[in-house]
Structure formats: structure tokens, C-alpha cells
């Protein structure tokens, strides 16, 4: 099983949209994944993908819930939300740090049953920046996706957090361009990160349009479907 | 007497000093066995002030790894220990995150490193304040603190 964590520095960059499609677009490729919302300060995949819950994340890795109660079916792969309600944000910003250390207890133990299920990949929509449960879940994880937008890059934070994150803990880290316009930056972040661009997503005024649906199932031959859909592949010859 | 003959003293005394000669020239090969043996013990006595000279280096060189401010000061363990820690002891922590409690034994078992390696090392997170041990009967269990 490959756990892959989709990150950035800031937030807006297009992780949700591109963990939701990269699931997708994985399952279509014959790989049992599984979705993770690690979000806790902005939850955000229930709106986006219109689907309710019962048990949610937080109670998996705040309360000790077993990771199966909260999985939710959607397109043949399966997702476990954060709960946006204000009353759950406020206990997880509330929770003290030394917790977040049994937080990635659960959060491990999680990922091991759900490698004991015979899940080939765990995508984690994590929050973006530096938080505690951000480095958890790299900690967690195999793959950094570190995902940019190409029309507002902060090179020097995004470098920062490499260094002392992806870098310390001695992650594999591929960057995704996300909302590409010109495909001019490749080259030049490639350089200054001194990490490999995996893939360059096109800007689509369409993506906003398709809340409440997959985008790159509902519109197969979009360039951006297909753009996933290449990234997807390619993730998987990675091995 | 004439010169020519040896009376019964002269030849006592020139046995005598034979025996002294040879006496002499014994001691002479002792003594030169000892100084052979002293310079072969104080070569040993070298070495092995050298190898213990190398043991006290590695151990200061933990003991320094160890006593950094910001182990000492540590007073609470959250996830920015994982960026503080040597990749060996957070792969430790890691796994031992995952139990209420655990040996040496169990945690090994996960990491696939040897029962005395993580048994080193959970001591050593002990030692730096990150994890606590307790002793029930023969085995000794861990967990984070
Ligand atoms: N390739 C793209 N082209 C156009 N809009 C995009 C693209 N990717 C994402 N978006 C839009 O950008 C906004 C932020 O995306 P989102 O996935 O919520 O970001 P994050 O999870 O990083 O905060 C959303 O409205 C989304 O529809
Ligand atoms: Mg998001």
C-alpha cells in the first residue's frame, strides 16, 4: 500500500480538487483507493462532494473510532470526512499538542488496517502550511504531492517547509503545477526547489462549475482529466 | 708449593667462579625475559588504552547528542519532536506511538531491527524524557510519556 499526501504551503492551491480526481482516476486504473480528509481547520470534502456522515476522521483519530465506521462509498472508492461543524474545528484547534502524538498512533494504526483490507492506495488531503497534524500526516505518509499554483507561488515559504519538513523526515516529493496557464515556471521551480515537477495541470474555468460531481469522471477527455488521469498513471509506474 | 700446581683451594676457587660466572650469565637471561615480557605487556597495556580512548569518544559523542538544550528543556512531546529526533530513534517513537503500551520485543517485531537494538533505543528516548518504562515481573514495557 502507497499513502500519498497532497500538500502545500498555501492554501487554495487545488489539493482537494486533486485528491478527489486523483482518487478517482486511480480507482479507474484498477487500484482499490481509499480518500482521507486530514483537514481539520477547513474541512471542506462533504460541501464538495455532497455526501453525508456519520462518524467522521476526527472521531477516528481523536476518539479512537475504528477507521471502518467512518468510510463512506462514493464512485467505487471510499472516503472518510473531517466534520466542518464549528463545534468539532474548535475542539481539534482546542486539542493540546501532546495529543497530536496519540493522534499519529490512530493515524498509523488506521493506515495499517486499511493495508490489512488489501488497500493498494490512501490519498491524504492534508491542511495546508506547517500545523502538527500536517506533520503528521507526512510523517504518515510515503509521497509528498506537493501541490503550487502557478499564478501565485511563494518560493521561499514552499522551500522553508521542505527543508524542514518533507527534508527532516526524508520524504519522496514530487510537485504538482496546478492551475497552469503559460507552462512557463517548470523549468524555474524545478531549479530552485530541486524537486521534480511531476505534472502541470491546466487552468479551467470549467473546474468550479462540477461541485457535488467528479470532474474528471464526469468530463473524461477535459485536458485536466486527463492531465489527473496521466499524473495517476504515472504514480503508479513509481511503484 | 710450586706455582705449577694447583693446590686443593685454587681449583675450589676456580670452581667457583665458574659456577658464579655461569650463575651470573642466568640472571643475565632472566633479566633480558623480563624486559622482553614488560615491553610485550606495556604494548597490550597500549592498545587496549587505545581502544578504551575510542569507547570514551563514541560515548561522549552520545552523551553531547543527548544533553543538546533543546532535549533538555523538552517538556512536552508533540510532532515537532519527529523533526528534532535522529531517523533511527523516530522510526522507534513512530512505532512505539502506535501502542498504549509496548517491549522491546513488539516494537522490534514492526521495525525489523533486532529486540536489543530498539531495546537500546527506547531507553534512550527514556533517557531524554520522550518515553517512560515500567517493569512488571521479567518484562519491561514502554509507552510515550
Ligand atoms: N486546474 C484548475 N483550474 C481551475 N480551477 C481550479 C483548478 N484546480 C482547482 N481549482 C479551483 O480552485 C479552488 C481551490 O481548490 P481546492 O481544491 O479547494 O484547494 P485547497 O484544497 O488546496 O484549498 C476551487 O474552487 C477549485 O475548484
Ligand atoms: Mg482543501
Known sequence: ?239 | MGEDHLGVNDVRDEYNLRKLIELNNRIVNLLVDIHKKVEEISELVEAEFKTLNMQMETINEIKELFSKDEMNTLKELDPTVLLSLPDYLRKTLMELSKHEEATAETVSRNTGRSRAIESLYLNQLCRMGLARKKRVGKRVYFSLR
Open chain 1, 1 to 239: 500500500m502507497k499513502t500519498l499526501a497532497i500538500h502545500s504551503y498555501k492554501g487554495g492551491t487545488g489539493k482537494t480538487f486533486l485528491a478527489i480526481n486523483l482518487a478517482a482516476q486511480l480507482v479507474e486504473l484498477g487500484k482499490e483507493t481509499v480518500l482521507l480528509e486530514l483537514d481539520f481547520d477547513a474541512p471542506s470534502l462533504k460541501t464538495t462532494l455532497g455526501i453525508e456522515a456519520e462518524k467522521w476522521t476526527n472521531d477516528v483519530l481523536i476518539r479512537g473510532v475504528n477507521i471502518e465506521e467512518a468510510l463512506v462509498s462514493i464512485n467505487n472508492f471510499k472516503v472518510a470526512l473531517s466534520n466542518p461543524s464549528i463545534e468539532e474545528i474548535n475542539k481539534v484547534a482546542s486539542l493540546r499538542k501532546t495529543e497530536y502524538m496519540r493522534v499519529l498512533g490512530r493515524l498509523l494504526r488506521a493506515l495499517k488496517k486499511l493495508e490489512r483490507e488489501g488497500i493498494d492506495y490512501v490519498i491524504i488531503d492534508t491542511s495546508p502550511g506547517v500545523s502538527l497534524m500536517t506533520i503528521n500526516s507526512i510523517a504518515a505518509s510515503d509521497v509528498v504531492l506537493l501541490v503550487m499554483r502557478e499564478d501565485d507561488i511563494d518560493i521561499s515559504g514552499t522551500k522553508n517547509m521542505i527543508e524542514g519538513i518533507y527534508d527532516v523526515l526524508g520524504k519522496e516529493v514530487y510537485i504538482v503545477l496546478n492551475r497552469v496557464l503559460r507552462k512557463e515556471n517548470k523549468e524555474k521551480i524545478e531549479r530552485e526547489l530541486n524537486i521534480e515537477v511531476i505534472s502541470e495541470i491546466r487552468c479551467s474555468c470549467d473546474v468550479p462549475l462540477w461541485k457535488g460531481k467528479i470532474f474528471s469522471i464526469e468530463n473524461r477527455d477535459h485536458p485536466v482529466s486527463v492531465g489527473i488521469r496521466e499524473l495517476s498513471e504515472k504514480l503508479i509506474s513509481l511503484g
